[in-house]
C-alpha cells in the first residue's frame, strides 16, 4: 500500500491550512537517509514533506531515525501543483517506527495498545531491533520451514 518506505529524521513540524480539507494539519519535514522501497519525490534533496492530523510527539526526536509508511498525495487527491512532493502516513501513527538505542519504539505505542490491544501490527514490533526491520523491509520477508512469512520476531509487518 506504501508509495515510500524511507528511514529519516525529523527536522521540524509547523501547522498547516491543507487546502484539500477544513480540519487543521501539520507539515513535518523529514531528512531521508534511505530509501527502502518505492522512490522519493523531493522539492529538495533528501528532504520529504509529511501531512499528519496531529504532529510527532513533542519529545525532541530530531536526533532518531524513523521508519516511515508513506503515499504520495498525488494518489489519493485532485492533483494540484505541488501535491507529488507531499507524503501521508499510510496509517498515521502506526506507520511510524522510532529507533531508540536500536529497538523499534511505536509512538503513541500506549495510547495505541489502549485503544487497539494487541491487534494492530505496529504493537508486536515495539521492542524488536529496528536494523532487524530495516533489514526484512529491504530484503523482503523471511520464510519459515512451514512455509509462513516472518517479517518481524514477535510480530506482523505489511507494506
Request: include cysteine; glycine fraction near 8%.
Amino acid at each position: 500500500m506504501s508509495d515510500l518506505v524511507a528511514v529519516g529524521r525529523r527536522l521540524g513540524v509547523q501547522e498547516w491550512d491543507d487546502p484539500l480539507t477544513e480540519s487543521p494539519t501539520f507539515l513535518m519535514t523529514f531528512e531521508l537517509t534511505e530509501v527502502l522501497a518505492g522512490e522519493a519525490t523531493t522539492q529538495a534533496p533528501n528532504l520529504i514533506q509529511v501531512i499528519a492530523d496531529e504532529p510527532m510527539p513533542n519529545a525532541n526526536v530530531s536526533d532518531i531515525d524513523h521508519m516511515l509508511l508513506l503515499i504520495n498525495r498525488s494518489r489519493y487527491s485532485q492533483v494540484h501543483p505541488g501535491d507529488e512532493y507531499l507524503y501521508y502516513l499510510t496509517d498515521g501513527y502506526p506507520s511510524i517506527f522510532g529507533n531508540i538505542d536500536g529497538k523499534v519504539v511505536t509512538p503513541e505505542y500506549s495510547d495505541l495498545k489502549r485503544a487497539y490491544g494487541d491487534n494492530i501490527y505496529s504493537i508486536p514490533l515495539d521492542g524488536t531491533l529496528f536494523e532487524e526491520l530495516v533489514s526484512r523491509v529491504t530484503n523482503g520477508p523471511q520464510v519459515d520451514k512451514a512455509g509462513a512469512l516472518i517479517a518481524a520476531v514477535h510480530g506482523f509487518f505489511a507494506c
